[in-house]
């Protein structure tokens, strides 16, 4: 009986020496934070998030072990070659000409787009199949994303991290929409559980599934891009970004009170950091004190920081948890000198209306309204994906603006899986779109874009056919002098940087 104790005992030193011998360790970093922001409407906007940095190559091994980076999305991305991600699951909609423009923006529904390695060698399949892998991994229906409903844009998309070359491919680039898809507390589980502290501690604790799903506005992020390691860029790290993003009416919340707090918002205190973030920060919003309804943060912030961007001028209190003496449940309240009055709502740079025209069951028409918040003319890119019951006119394109009818320079039919598809070449319409589209004072003449299309039958068998109809968002897009692929924190102070919004029908 020794001689069989004795040998068990060698057997688990020996699996415990080899452990330690083929262990590499981790040189990754999470950090956590939250934005609260008063909106000139009244909304209280809430902005979660979670970063994972992980200074290894962007390789399929490197997925084998990890430590803070989730080993369920890390074995997807590696096994399907991917080499940059974007995933969003949104409920509601978000109010640009009111609110401006939200930290990251997201189409209604479930928006997913892809970058594959150019070792990728059949990318609709492995389109499919990544679609098929991630509607696993979050409980949502991305199994129904396919060629049918996937677009490879050229001009809107860019990839947020490095590449390899200057000009990005854009065969390697995959997009697509379920404007159908509802978010509940499904997704929420799965999506929780990627994080290193899971919902356990940190922030994260906040994200309860009652004070999330009755918001104005709610959206999950997963945002996966490789970085430069250092300024030279010689090594390359993985970013990972899980987002949150929430819209409360304190009319609704607040019972008509304006005041507003961290328990109040979401149902509970905050008991601490996440023991493995290295940053765990709270940032208010109190650029409107200025301008607006002015309110006193309970307890005064330790620190308040100025942050420059896109030529504007914020204001945050900080708040660092990990550096707070916590005992039991820590709350932030704001108190308002005065009730219900809101601050001076200045336009975003470029924001869209889209409404439909026409009656009956056999022909209508969407209308599109671009408008211009700059002092100068933007170019802008505009991406649209038509669904198959939506046959168009292509010949009914008009352009309009400042009173002026522009005609395109270029048009282009795309046949993709069977179907011809009308598709537009903006690039020589839109240099057209430039000469005309300088409003003299914001929001004067809009630039409007109308285009005619049939209504197709759906057969009865066909899923979902008894339901209304559900069109895909637009995507405008415009660019500003600056942007960067480095990790930088939430507020961080550059002029300007690449602008994109999804509008919903």
């Known amino acids: 009986m020794k001689a069989v104790l004795n040998t068990f005992a060698c057997i688990v030193l020996f699996l415990h020496s080899s452990f330690c011998v083929t262990s590499v360790p981790s040189k990754d970093y999470f950090d956590e934070e939250l934005l609260l922001k008063p909106l000139p409407s009244g909304h209280i906007y809430a902005y979660f998030q979670f970063t994972t940095v992980w200074d290894?190559?962007?390789?399929?091994?490197?997925?084998?072990?990890?430590?803070?980076?989730?080993?369920?999305?890390?074995?997807?991305?590696?096994?399907?070659?991917?080499?940059?991600?974007?995933?969003?699951?949104?409920?509601?909609?978000?109010?640009h000409e009111t609110w401006g423009?939200?930290?990251?923006?997201?189409?209604?529904?479930?928006?997913?787009?892809?970058?594959?390695?150019?070792?990728?060698?059949?990318?609709?399949?492995?389109?499919?199949?990544?679609?098929?892998?991630?509607?696993?991994?979050?409980?949502?229906?991305?199994?129904f994303i396919d060629?049918?409903?996937?677009?490879?844009?050229?001009?809107?998309?860019?990839?947020?991290?490095?590449?390899?070359?200057?000009?990005?491919?854009?065969?390697?680039?995959?997009?697509?929409?379920?404007?159908?898809?509802?978010?509940?507390?499904?997704?929420?589980?799965?999506w929780k559980k990627l994080l290193p502290c899971d919902a356990k501690k940190g922030l994260s604790t906040l994200l309860n599934a009652g004070h999330i799903h009755n918001t104005n506005y709610h959206s999950l992020g997963l945002h996966l891009r490789p970085v430069c390691r250092d300024v030279g860029c010689s090594q390359m790290s993985v970013e990972l970004r899980q987002t949150v993003s929430l819209v409360y009416d304190m009319v609704i919340?607040?019972?008509?009170?304006?005041?507003?707090?961290?328990?109040?918002?979401?149902?509970?205190?905050?008991?601490?950091?996440?023991?493995?973030?290295?940053?765990?920060?709270?940032?208010?919003?109190?650029?409107?004190?200025?301008?607006?309804?002015?309110?006193?943060?309970?307890?005064?912030?330790?620190?308040?920081?100025?942050?420059?961007?896109?030529?504007?001028?914020?204001?945050?209190?900080?708040?660092?948890?990990?550096?707070?003496?916590?005992?039991?449940?820590?709350?932030?309240?704001?108190?308002?000198?005065?009730?219900?009055?809101?601050?001076?709502?200045?336009?975003?740079?470029?924001?869209?209306?889209?409404?439909?025209?026409?009656?009956?069951?056999?022909?209508?028409?969407?209308?599109?309204?671009l408008h211009n918040g700059h002092w100068k003319a933007l170019d802008v890119v505009y991406l649209e994906?038509?669904?198959?019951?939506?046959?168009?006119?292509?010949?009914?394109?008009k352009i309009l603006a400042n009173g002026q009818e522009i005609k395109p320079l270029?048009?282009?039919?795309?046949?993709?899986?069977?179907?011809?598809i009308n598709s537009y070449a903006y690039d020589g319409m839109l240099k057209e779109l430039r000469k005309h589209f300088k409003p003299v004072r914001p929001h004067k003449n809009p630039a409007e874009m109308l285009?005619?299309?049939?209504?197709?039958?759906h057969k009865f068998e066909d899923s979902g056919s008894h339901h209304k109809i559900w069109v895909d968002g637009v995507n405008p897009s415009t660019l500003q002098p600056q942007s960067s692929t480095f990790r930088s924190p939430l507020v961080s102070s550059r002029q300007g940087c690449y602008m994109q919004h999804k509008v919903s029908d």
Not at 451 to 457: F, I, P, V
Request: aromatic share 12%; with cysteine; proline share 6%.
């Open 56 to 95: 290894v190559e962007f390789e399929v091994t490197s997925f084998h072990h990890c430590h803070l980076f989730p080993r369920a999305l890390g074995e997807i991305v590696g096994h399907y070659n991917v080499q940059e991600l974007h995933i969003s699951l949104t409920g509601g909609l978000w109010r």
């Open 101 to 143: 423009y939200p930290v990251h923006d997201a189409a209604p529904g479930a928006e997913l787009w892809a970058w594959f390695k150019e070792s990728t060698t059949s990318i609709d399949k492995t389109w499919k199949e990544l679609a098929g892998a991630l509607s696993g991994l979050l409980c949502a229906s991305l199994n």
């Open 147 to 190: 060629s049918s409903n996937s677009l490879s844009p050229e001009f809107t998309f860019r990839p947020t991290g490095i590449v390899s070359s200057p000009a990005a491919n854009s065969s390697y680039l995959r997009y697509a929409t379920l404007p159908r898809e509802i978010v509940c507390t499904e997704n929420l589980t799965p």
């Open 253 to 369: 919340l607040g019972n008509g009170n304006q005041d507003w707090s961290i328990k109040k918002l979401f149902g509970i205190g905050l008991s601490g950091a996440c023991p493995l973030a290295t940053m765990s920060n709270i940032y208010i919003d109190t650029t409107l004190n200025e301008t607006g309804a002015h309110f006193q943060l309970s307890p005064t912030p330790p620190a308040i920081i100025t942050s420059t961007r896109g030529g504007y001028e914020s204001k945050f209190a900080v708040y660092d948890v990990k550096a707070l003496d916590i005992d039991g449940m820590f709350n932030i309240a704001a108190f308002y000198s005065s009730s219900r009055v809101y601050g001076v709502n200045l336009p975003p740079v470029l924001y869209t209306n889209r409404y439909i025209i026409g009656y009956g069951q056999e022909r209508g028409g969407i209308v599109t309204k």
């Open 385 to 397: 994906n038509i669904p198959w019951f939506m046959p168009l006119y292509l010949h009914t394109l």
């Open 410 to 420: 270029i048009l282009m039919d795309m046949t993709l899986t069977g179907q011809t």
């Open 451 to 457: 285009l005619q299309h049939d209504k197709a039958t």
